[in-house]
């Protein structure tokens, strides 16, 4: 590998480190059941904070509270992804790189 060549691995290479570091600081929210339930979720698929209305809360119904919270959940972590997708395609070009999203 020539020195060019080398150093254009390593710049892509830093320019990856700072847009992981950027997907950690980037969070995106989702919710369901009107905003009953709300998840925040970085870029790297962490899930920073769950947040129930406590209308949302029936000891008679707790199936639905689970899939509220399971719906805002995927949704979130969707989110996240598709953040993460066009945050990286504009570094590696459109390529899939494994690991990355």
Known sequence: MNKFMMRQAQELQAKLAKAQQELADATVEASSGGGAVKITINGQQQIQSVKISP???????????????LTAVNEAIAKSKELATQRLSKLTGGLKIPGLT
């Not at 199936?63 to 509220?68: A, I, N, P, R, T």
């Open 55 to 69: 209308e949302a809360i029936s000891a008679e119904d707790v199936e639905l509270l689970e899939d509220l919270v």
